[in-house]
């Protein structure tokens, strides 16, 4: 009985977390693109209806790897060629509150891998589910030093809270995980939305069900003030290099030496988009 409302402590507790990330996730977007934002993610939308139905339909692996990567090489293109054309649709709002930061043709690449993702993990789960699962425990529980180390690190405990990255990865999700609330919170995760590091769909939904205790507290708050110290530094060199300035004005580059035009070509291609 207490496993069971653990579990379901835990199942209400995920789906909690998953509407507050698929909220803030819009909102973000909303903010960052401008009224175009839906764009995107009418086109993640289409690629979740289309593949829920294409795995429901028990299609070979071999036929779900070739219609997968077709449908998501021939939307690059189409959004490589013709994004523009779809921005165009949208009236222009730069003088406006609600004006766009950054174009979502910049960071749909992050999406498409998202997609790609979230796909190969739903197609996995819903055809060998199970045993996927058991072999990644058996595997890690055996040959993983990183899983080892963590589990001496708390005092043998075997949870899964004591597992590493790469098992989350391994480990498929129940087929009830690979829902739409939970494929929106994943596809807009805000601090991996624009520039990643790419992330399974499996890891994230393990992650968001229990936390991983690889980290000390001690080490996360050293990493914490790194993040904080990289953070004032491109504050304080953004006040002195006027990337954007010398980016309006490309002429200006012209005037310039070698050595001080170098760093701000390089610092103008980092800030682009």
């Given at each position: ?9 835990t ?14 996730g ?74 766009r ?29 199970p ?5 990644a ?59 990643g ?71 103008c ?5």
């Open positions: 009985m207490q496993l069971f409302e653990d579990g379901c402590e199942i209400y507790r995920s789906r909690a977390l998953h509407i507050y990330q698929s909220v803030l819009v909102c973000f977007v909303a903010f960052l693109h401008g009224p175009e934002f839906c764009v995107p993610l009418i086109l993640a939308l289409m690629n979740y209806g289309f593949f829920v139905f294409f795995v429901g339909s028990g299609v070979s692996y071999r036929v779900f790897m070739a219609v997968m990567w077709l449908s998501q090489l021939t939307l690059l293109f189409l959004v490589r060629f013709c994004g523009e054309k779809l921005m165009s649709v949208f009236p222009s709002t730069s003088d406006s509150m609600w004006s930061k950054l174009r979502w043709t910049v960071v749909f690449n992050m999406y498409t891998l998202r997609m790609v993702a979230f796909n190969m993990d739903m197609y996995e789960a819903f055809r060998d589910g045993a996927q699962r058991e072999r425990v058996r595997k890690h529980d055996t040959n993983c030093l990183e899983c080892a180390q963590m589990r001496e690190a708390n005092r043998g405990e075997n949870s899964p809270t004591t597992r590493c990255y790469r098992f989350r990865t391994e480990s498929s999700c129940h087929p009830r995980e690979y829902n739409l609330l939970s494929y929106i919170a994943y596809m807009l995760y805000i601090p991996l939305y624009v520039a590091p790419m992330s399974s769909f499996n890891a994230f939904a393990s992650h968001c069900h229990c936390t991983t205790v690889a980290m000390p507290r001690r080490q996360m708050v050293l990493y914490a003030l790194r993040v904080l110290t990289l953070y004032l530094t491109l504050i304080f060199m953004l006040h002195f290099t006027f990337v954007n300035a010398f980016r309006m004005r490309p002429e200006v580059f012209w005037e310039l030496s070698v050595f001080e035009s170098s760093p701000l070509l390089y610092y291609l980092v800030f682009y988009g």
